[in-house]
T-cell receptor, first 110, second 113 residues
Framework: RKEVEQDPGPFNVPEGATVAFNCTYS??????FFWYRQDCRKEPKLLMSVYSSGNEDGRFTAQLNRASQYISLLIRDSKLSDSATYLC???????????FGAGTQVVVTP | NAGVTQTPKFQVLKTGQSMTLQCAQD?????MSWYRQDPGMGLRLIHY???????DQGEVPNGYNVSRSTTEDFPLRLLSAAPSQTSVYFCASSAQGRVETQYFGPGTRLLVL
């Protein structure tokens, strides 16, 4: 079983709509959680960290549910530029050997 | 700052050939790591380093060697290339205590025939 699992999508979203997707993790001792964004054929870049109380960054909202071991990302008022693959990342280790999910593809259409 | 740079961008190898993927960063980051990305698999850690002279194995180290003689450079060596090593390779660096903010290089696309 993979340590971090994501629905690969694609999630096809009309411009201006809201999209949300989850990521589950298997290690209950996981300490910190992040969302990275990866554009096609580009390197991943940190989008946001995920805090226990949930957090927002503009149109993006991240939530953590430790009891059910999942994190979520919600994108409001989707823009064409939001089209990308969103990688769920979990840190279960004091050094920080990050575990990456395979990604959820989001396609925003005009 | 150039950030994290990787060379080459693309490479085609024959089975059994060896090569070195170069990675350099100019942010004075202590931590550097190598990942490979395969379709449907997510990024998997190959080797990592917490500072000059210190390296350790990640999740998929077999067939790869690394060294860290300077803070800036972290080359990845393929000893005897195999078709299973066809992948996209990313080098990343992060500052001590800021593991969540990994800066990735642009990647090297490797095809082993």
């Amino acid at each position: 079983r993979k340590e971090v699992e994501q629905d690969p999508g694609p999630f096809n979203v009309p411009e201006g709509a809201t999209v949300a997707f989850n990521c589950t993790y298997s290690n209950s001792a996981s300490q910190s959680f992040f969302w990275y964004r990866q554009d096609c054929r580009k390197e991943p870049k940190l989008l946001m960290s995920v805090y226990s109380s949930g957090n927002e960054d503009g149109r993006f909202t991240a939530q953590l549910n430790r009891a059910s071991q999942y994190i979520s990302l919600l994108i409001r008022d989707s823009k064409l530029s939001d089209s990308a693959t969103y990688l769920c990342v979990v840190n279960s280790d004091s050094w920080g050997k990050l575990q990456f999910g395979a990604g959820t593809q989001v396609v925003v259409t005009p | 700052n150039a950030g994290v740079t990787q060379t080459p961008k693309f490479q085609v190898l024959k089975t059994g050939q060896s090569m070195t993927l170069q990675c350099a960063q100019d942010m004075n980051h202590e931590y550097m790591s190598w990942y490979r990305q395969d379709p449907g698999m997510g990024l998997r850690l190959i080797h990592y380093s917490v500072g000059a002279g210190i390296t350790d194995q990640g999740e998929v180290p077999n067939g790869y060697n690394v060294s860290r003689s300077t803070t800036e450079d972290f080359p990845l060596r393929l000893l005897s290339a195999a078709p299973s090593q066809t992948s996209v390779y990313f080098c990343a660096s992060s500052a001590q205590g800021r593991v969540e903010t990994q800066y990735f290089g642009p990647g090297t696309r490797l095809l082993v025939l």
